[in-house]
Each structure stands twice: as C-alpha cells, then as structure tokens.
C-alpha cells in the first residue's frame, strides 16, 4: 500500500510538472505576441483603447504567470512593459516604476533575469538626465548577490529588429556587460533632458560652417543618423511632415551624418531622394563622442533657450513632441 502511494504521489508531481512546463511555453509565447504587438504599434500611431486593451492583456498574463510561479517568465513581461512604457509611452518614470517593484519582488525568485533590469533601469534614468541616479545603480548592482560577467546581448545599432550582439569575454569589474551598458547610460544622461545641449561648428554639405548657438530662439531637432540605419526612413518620414507643418513655428532641423567616409555628393543624393529640405551636415566626430552616441541613430529636441527637452524620441511621438516644444496645437 505504501508503494502504491508513492507511486501516485511521484505521478501526480511529475505531471505538475509537465503542466507547468506547457503553461511556461505557452506564457513564452503569449510574451513574444505582445512584444510583436508593441513593435507594430511602435511603427504607427495607435489609440488610448488600443494600448489599454494591449495593458489588459498583459495584466491577464502576470496573473497566469503568478498562479504558476512562472517567475522567469513574469520578469519578462514585466521588462517588456516596463519598454513600451519607457519608449512608445514617453514615461521613464512609470517604467522605472515597474522595474523596481519587478526587481524587488522577483528578484530572489529569477536571478538570471535581474542584469536586464538593472541595464533597463539605467537606460530609463538616462532618458530623464540622471547621471547621478545611474552612478548609484551601478554601485548597488556590482555589490548585489545579482552581479556577474554575463555575456549579455545588446540591441542597437540597427534598431530593434536587427539586434547588435556584443560579446564579451567572461570577465570580473568593470568588464561585466551589463555595467558596461550601464556606464554608456550614465555618458549620455550627462547630455539628457534638462542639460544644455552642447555648442559646436557644423559644415554644411556645401561647405559652410555655423554655430549650434546661432540657432538659438528655434526649437530645434539634432538628429544623429546613417544611411544604412534601418527603420531611419520611417524617422525621416515623422521629421518631414513635422518640417513641413511647423517650420513657420520657429522649427529647424540639423541633421549629422554619422559615416565618415561619405562625400558631400553621396549625402546630396541621399537628402534628394528622401526630400531632407532641412540642414544636413557632414560627420562631426567630437560631437557624437561628447554626446555619447555610438554606432546609433539619436534624436535630439532643443527648446529655444539650447536645453535639451527629450532625447531618442521614437517615431510614434516624434511630432507630438516637437509640438509641445513649440506650444502649438
């Protein structure tokens, strides 16, 4: 008889077992949908209903994650979330939010997930400007349980949809992956909302040379870019129609190229055919390296007065920022 029961007692957890595995794939996928559905709406525009049914939706997937105690899995979504606030929402705050209390109450239960917050979190803290903020994360991650010298995938580059790996040998200090994140989030917050963009000489595609500062009094867009940067046409698009709308308001746009070895001719042809009718100038090396900018498109929005007012819009609230900017409807 005491065979028999534990017999039962082995199938019956090896089958809680099972269904846990297939509730863990099939969060898995359920993760993957929304973060598809979050990159489709980041391309375009979507309404309040849309991402508050999109927010129900993943509510209902922690719920289910929970009752399983699929923690790797609630982690996950809750970085995903935590991105979407960050970037398509224009609310680092909210995402920093998210991040803590998922680091905070999961943390213990999925440590191999926690380098991703940390490296989200400073990635947050730069949009708002705060150096400081990230100094300390990078302190309180290299003295938590959590540190090590994980090999750690980057996305960038490229965009989203075509991930840059960075590998990195296995390492101790200052050589883990997710500080090295960390610490290029703390060069850019020098340069994030809040902080004076800095001044500089541009020249032109036709030769001449003038000074950021004279462009003093127009709210300004300095926008970072390369030819081959994928997804940067759908960027352009959101600057030409905001050039076209808003010009009259006082907007100017400054675009940098990025490739050093273009020619005036090749960026000529390039601003042609993608009707750039604003400024474009040639590679400025000191520039993009004060400003943190590495092998990346970046986008700049400069209030009258040379203060940086956002930076790395995305192309879902590219106008609306530059409208606010303006105070104009």
Known sequence: ????????????????????????????????????KLQSMNHGYYTQAEWSGLTQQMDAIAARAEKAKAWDQL?????????????????????IAVL???????????????????????????????????????EEFEQSRYYNAEQYPFSGGQGSEVPLTVTRPVAKGASSI??????????????????????????????RTFKLSDLRGK????DFFGRGFTLYSRTLKQLATAYQLHQKDGLEIVSVNMEPIATPEQLAAFAQEHAMSWGLVVHNEQLTRQLGIVGEPSLFLI?????????????????QSIKDALGVR
């Open 1 to 36: 008889m005491k065979k028999l029961m534990l017999a039962v007692m082995a199938a019956s957890a090896l089958g809680c077992a099972a269904a846990r595995a297939v509730e863990a794939d099939n969060l898995d996928a359920d993760i993957r949908a929304t973060f598809s």
């Open 178 to 207: 997710i500080v090295t994140m960390m610490e290029s989030a703390r060069r850019k917050a020098a340069f994030g909302p809040g902080k004076l963009f800095p001044d500089a000489t541009c020249t032109d595609l036709q030769g």
């Open 303 to 319: 209030s009258r007065n040379g203060a940086i007012v956002a930076r790395d819009m995305h192309e879902s609230n590219i106008l």
């Open 100 to 138: 803590r209390s998922t680091l905070e109450q999961y943390g213990a239960k999925s440590p191999a997930k926690v380098g991703r917050l940390y490296a989200m979190l400073a990635d947050n803290y730069y949009r708002l400007g705060k150096e400081e903020e990230i100094s300390k994360l990078i």
């Open 219 to 222: 709210v300004v867009v300095m």
């Open 75 to 95: 982690v996950e979504l809750n970085r995903v979330k935590a991105m979407a606030l960050g970037q398509m929402r224009g609310d680092p705050q909210g995402a």
